[in-house]
């Protein structure tokens, strides 16, 4: 069994940050899972979750969407289970329910970022 737990989500306003987490527990140790941050925005069905960012198991690799490049920092710890996304300079499209992916296909229930303009 394999949980995954999102935290940090909210209400802000245009131009300010916020840091999501997410930390896995299961058979794997933490450093065994490719880890990913995705959202989904209201009409949107779970196969159009936009991938924002990802990170390799070390850490040394990651991938932005271009929207966010510049913007958002995709980093893991793999002492503490726990992968993170720090936004920054939020605009309102940022806002959306997003989710965490442990790879290959374990989603958490989602954290929502709302972004007042």
């Known amino acids: 069994q394999v949980q995954v737990e999102e935290s940090g989500g909210g209400l802000v306003q245009a131009g300010d940050s916020v840091m999501l987490s997410c930390v896995v527990s299961g058979r794997r140790t933490f450093d065994k899972y490719a880890m990913g941050w995705f959202r989904q925005v209201p009409g949107k069905e779970r196969e159009e979750r936009e991938c924002?960012?990802?990170?390799?198991?070390?850490?040394?690799?990651?991938y932005y969407t271009d929207s966010v490049k510049g913007r958002f920092t995709i980093s893991r710890d793999n002492a503490k289970n726990t992968v993170y996304l720090q936004m920054n300079s939020l605009k309102a499209e940022d806002t959306a329910v997003y989710y965490c992916?442990?790879?290959?296909?374990?989603w958490g229930q989602g954290t929502q970022v709302t972004v007042s303009s």
């Open positions: 924002v960012a990802t990170i390799n198991y070390s850490g040394d690799t990651t």
């Open positions: 992916r442990a790879s290959p296909d374990y």
